[in-house]
């Protein structure tokens, strides 16, 4: 959900992040998404981002930052680019030698030329010192002077210089430093706290190669709460100080992940939880609900259905993650039919209730079914009918398929594509070969067409009985 608006780490991003290379570059410097071109480098492949922070709630409009990204050129080169925006760049090192020259271009590129040429294959690094003004299409200043990281497609490019494509996966370590009472949270597993002179300094690691806009870090006096999964697993929650701490709400999140494993395969990530952040100081910014990778970000408080969805995205976006932007379905289709799953397994008749309601309510509405589920247009990678006529489609397959090859094709699809990219229709065919069906009928309707199914695929085998209603 969007808001409203190291060798063994090197060859393990290599494996995964082989989709950002298979993409066409465009005329600038992008990776060639049919929805954002200039998004991106083709030129290199990351696989880690070192972030060093240092934020004062008593100056919002501040962020110092110091960060080193490590990855391997996918071609020679002679100048390369990062995604940011705004900032003042103090300085740009490439292996340990200042860049022959960096400037600015286009809404968020910063041009490097290093002082030597990259060969193919070489693994290099790459140091930029910015500070200034972070950017509010990512960042977010709260009430109290906090702040918190959430945007989809974008919010990496507001706080660090990254190559902002989802296909461009990466290891990522944060050090963040605030004054003494402020607390940082971040993704993965916390490391070392340290203090002294009159500040904090917190570290957080996330293992598993991550998509940049579910990077995050999170400012306020939080009240930090920790569990454990039954493997061990920990789970960290960290509340605002005028967020809602709900006892039950919290323990459920251990029996949504317990219920997503059951579906979907097990828990990818080594951490699990939540970010719960209070009031923002822009009121027009919306509710903010992020799948930020092991730790989603919500507003106020949580409850079963956001935690559901936002949590079901951990396999569904996260782990398995786009391979341009085109693919939005993988996450959101599956994640809103997971609180469908989840409504399910709390005793409701998904055909009768919801599927049916749901049908009946829009079957006569053009709108309704007008948009593509795959490659639904610029502009419209996170548009509704992903949530509602892709949560429909999940259902329907469900019946074409039977649960046995439905449930196995998700399984699957998440154990083959673990911590990579992958495709819709990528999807659409390891659908067919565990169900032995052709289903390109179906797909054509559902996932690739503008108008409501014919009935053979809106109301199939077990649904058949709906079509009289």
């Known amino acids: 959900m969007r808001t409203r608006r190291t060798a063994t780490t ?71 680019s990062l995604d940011l925006k705004g900032f003042t760049v103090a300085s740009v090192v490439v292996d340990g030698v200042p860049a022959r020259s960096f400037s600015r271009s286009g809404a968020h590129k910063l041009d490097v030329v290093p002082a030597r040429k990259l060969a193919r294959g070489a693994v290099f690094t790459v140091r930029v010192a910015y500070a200034g003004t972070p950017d509010a299409e990512g960042w977010h200043t709260l009430a109290d002077g906090g702040a918190n990281v959430a945007g989809e497609p974008h919010s990496a490019t507001s706080w660090y210089p990254s190559n902002d494509h989802p296909s461009d996966k990466a290891t990522f370590a944060l050090t963040a430093t605030v004054p003494d009472g402020w607390t940082a949270i971040g993704n993965g597993r916390p490391g070392p706290t340290t203090a002294g002179n009159g500040r904090t300094t917190f570290r957080w690691n996330e293992d598993r190669p991550m998509a940049t806009y579910l990077s995050t870090v999170a400012v306020d006096r939080f009240t930090v709460h920790r569990a454990q999964l039954p493997d061990g697993t920990p789970v960290i929650t960290a509340y605002s100080p005028d967020a809602v701490i709900d006892p039950a709400a919290e323990a459920e999140q251990q029996d949504v992940l317990a219920f997503l494993a059951s579906k979907f395969g097990p828990y990818p990530f080594s951490s699990a939880g939540a970010i719960v952040v209070g009031a923002q100081k822009d009121p027009g910014l919306g509710p903010i609900a992020l799948e930020t990778q092991s730790r989603p970000t919500y507003s106020g408080g949580i409850f079963d259905a956001p935690v559901v969805h936002e949590n079901a995205h951990q396999w569904f976006g996260d782990s398995v993650s786009f391979t341009d932007w085109r693919d939005g379905c993988l996450a959101e289709c599956f994640a809103q039919y997971a609180n469908q799953l989840w409504e399910e397994h709390k005793g409701a008749d998904l055909d009768t209730g919801f599927y049916a309601a749901e049908v009946a309510a829009n079957r006569d509405d053009p709108s309704y079914w007008s948009t593509r589920l795959y490659d639904p247009g610029a502009g419209r990678e996170l548009d509704a009918a992903l949530y509602f006529k892709g949560s429909l489609m999940l259902h329907a397959l469900r019946r074409t398929v039977g649960d046995e090859a439905f449930f196995a094709t998700l399984r699957r699809w998440t154990a ?26 179906f797909f054509d309707a559902w996932a690739h067409g503008t108008t409501v199914p014919a009935k053979e695929f809106l109301y199939p085998g077990p649904l058949a009985p709906l079509a009289g209603r």
């Open 10 to 80: 090197l060859a393990l991003a290599t494996a995964v992040g082989v989709a950002l290379t298979a993409l066409p570059a465009s005329a600038a410097t992008g990776v060639g998404d049919p929805y954002f071109p200039d998004d991106g480098n083709c030129g290199y492949d990351v696989a880690h981002y070192d972030v060093r922070i240092a934020y004062d709630p008593a100056r919002t409009d501040h962020l110092d930052g110091d960060t080193t990204v490590t990855a391997r050129a996918t071609r020679a080169l002679d100048r390369f």
């Open 416 to 441: 083959e594509h673990a911590c990579g990219n992958a495709s819709f229709p990528q999807f659409e065919a390891l659908a067919a070969r565990v169900s032995g069906r052709d289903l390109t009928g």
